[in-house]
């Protein structure tokens, strides 16, 4: 059965981060679902809670490269996407490579470069590929995109577009450590940083199997008309401005399936539904301020709307 590989490949992935994380379990394991689902993932927090380093560690857990990009105002699109350099011995245009031709890269401060940046990051985000000088290239395989933003400095940043916020497939918020993770960080990064010795336990050919098994991975229609239920109420919804898009629908329902698979099963219940679909579908409403002003984010409306939808009769519940 091919989510019994995928449980332990991913379960390998985790506790090899984990080890450098410090208990931020769940927080790890919404960013390795997103990687088998091939999709990236925003991280709205404060600075220095380890976000870097959970970068870092997936792409040293998977033997991938890894490359980071300070988004600045003055950042042009080339300089991530790469740039034509006329060779003097050859007499002819050689193109160098930017940062996003790399498997795992992150995006510090997103919303602080101009949107013509932005927009060349959605291409990449969405196509898998840049587009220089009127030539696309590819990028490798897997890619995986990891983008900050900091969720209280708003000076000099400019706001993500809906479409850029719809191409993530989730977002996460790490968090401060509990009191003894930070006690454990005081005696584990006194001498050097716990991320060099993290260790690859899963091959980049593996990570792209499993990437195409989540794909297979049962669901039922009745599973397939509950997540079109849950979608469709937020375009409905009177405490929202804007509801989620299709697109929506489909991550759920990926997160869904590659939540089953790390659990060792190959078919989705209603459960696999609930816990992923706050996370997925969360940042892709616009909340009325009004109701902002209650302390409701839209995970929270995620989660009443779901309360209110009935599960179709029939549908599998979690063991």
């Known amino acids: 059965m091919p989510s019994h590989n995928i449980k332990e490949l991913s379960q390998a992935i985790v506790n090899e981060v984990n080890r450098v994380i410090v208990g931020k379990t769940v927080v790890i394991e919404q960013t390795v679902l997103a990687l088998l689902c091939e999709g990236h993932v925003l991280i709205e927090d404060v600075p220095g809670v380890g976000k870097t380093t959970l970068a870092k560690a997936i792409s040293r857990a998977i033997g991938g490269e890894f490359r980071r990009v300070q988004f600045t105002p003055d950042l042009l699109p080339s300089d991530i996407t790469g740039t034509s350099i006329f060779n003097q011995n050859t007499r002819e245009f050689e193109f160098k490579e930017g940062p996003l031709f790399a498997n795992v890269v992150l995006i510090d401060e997103v919303n602080r470069a101009t949107p013509k940046t932005q927009s060349a ?91 195409a098994e989540v794909k297979e991975v049962n669901v039922e229609a009745k599973i397939r008309e509950y997540i079109v239920s849950i979608v ?54 616009m909340v009325r301020g009004e109701v902002r002003a209650r302390g409701l984010s839209g995970d929270d409306i995620i989660r009443q709307i779901m309360e209110s939808t009935a599960v179709p009769s029939g549908a599998m519940a979690g063991a």
């Open 232 to 285: 469709r109420s937020t375009r409905e919804n009177s405490q929202l401005i804007l509801g989620s898009s299709p697109r929506g629908s489909l991550y759920v329902m990926q997160g869904a399936q590659a939540h089953a698979a790390m659990d060792g099963r190959d078919y989705v219940t209603e459960d696999d539904v609930k816990l992923v679909a706050p996370r997925v579908l969360g940042h892709r409403v």
């Open 121 to 211: 990051l959605l291409e990449a985000m969405e196509e898998r590929q840049v587009t220089t000088d009127g030539v696309t290239r590819s990028l490798p395989q897997p890619f995986f995109v990891l983008a900050t933003q900091n969720n209280i400095e708003m000076t000099g940043t400019y706001p993500l577009p809906e479409a850029q916020l719809d191409r993530f497939f989730s977002r996460v918020s790490i968090g401060y450590p509990d009191r003894d993770a930070e006690a454990e960080i005081l005696v584990n990064q006194r001498v050097s940083h716990p991320v060099d010795t993290v260790t690859q336990v899963a091959s980049l050919e593996e990570l792209i199997a499993a990437q």
